[in-house]
């Protein structure tokens, strides 16, 4: 507990503390916050993609059975691909963040990848901004061919990983990567910054709760619409344990010249795209806040005076 008390009033209370867990639904709120603001900071006045690359059905055994394995094959095979078709296609050094998702909107085990590509690339030896094309990135059904053989070949070298039985169930030959323009960046970022540090699902979401059953909410991703599910309360613990990722994994991560020992390219950049029409470079500003608490009573500020431990 955190003991407060009120330098004005004298009013003192006790808080209990947030417990840090990065799945926790009510304890991530500022760490969201400042995450959305560094990002903000990075956004270069150019037009946005988001790249989608999914797991199908049949690997999704792996992503219960070895996470981080295949997590970090994730990230390892959607970045050397996008790496690769730039360098392929001249567009220079590329700049995107990725973000790994683990469930559907049902809350069912659906790994994926989104990843919010800039149009356009830096090239290091002449030290020009490339423009790209803000209506195409790259083709997606070739994202896809190679986002598949590049998977298959990366579990096959791994040392735990395994492909299950082909004839139990056979790899579809289609997998499905998504490649759509999204502006200039920003109402992407507050889109994944709402689902990324919070709880697989929210305490609001939850309906009802009895002895035998929870019952959560949840939007259909075709038709739109509200709908309900109900579950067994163990199997109800099960499909939210299942989305814990495993310790030590980041599930985000930034590439290019939007990597974090990257600040003064970034700046160099900024300064070479001064000239584009109604941008003012972001203002840097302070990301960490320290904690405040108004008293109820006077509404002047209070002051931490220690934290205490509950037995």
Known sequence: MSRWTCNHCEHVEQQPLSCGHRHCPQCQHSTTTHWLERQQQKLLPVHYFMVTFT???ELRTLARTQPKALYQLMFKA???????????QGKGELGFTSV?????RRREMHPHLHIIVACGGYDPKNKVWLKGNKGYLFNA????????????????????????DYHAKPLPKKWVVDCQKIGYGLPALKYLSRYLYRGVLPDKDITNITCNSV???????????LKYRTLPILEFLWLILQHV?????????DYGFLRGNAKAL?????LLLMRTTN??????????HLAKRVCPCCQHDMSCVGVSRTM
């Open 78 to 88: 959607s970045s050397s691909i996008l790496k690769d078709f730039s360098a392929r």
């Open 141 to 164: 059904f070739t994202l896809a061919k190679v986002w598949r053989a590049r998977i298959l070949e990366g579990i096959n070298q791994h040392d735990t990983l395994k492909l299950p």
């Open 100 to 104: 790994l998702h683990t469930h559907s």
């Open 215 to 225: 019952t959560f909410k949840y939007k259909d991703s075709q038709t739109k619409t």
């Open 245 to 253: 990722l495993p310790k030590g994994l980041q599930r985000v991560r």
């Open 55 to 57: 797991i199908p059905f």
């Open 266 to 270: 970034r700046w160099e950049i900024m």
């Open 279 to 288: 941008w003012i470079a972001p203002v840097q500003t302070t990301i960490k």
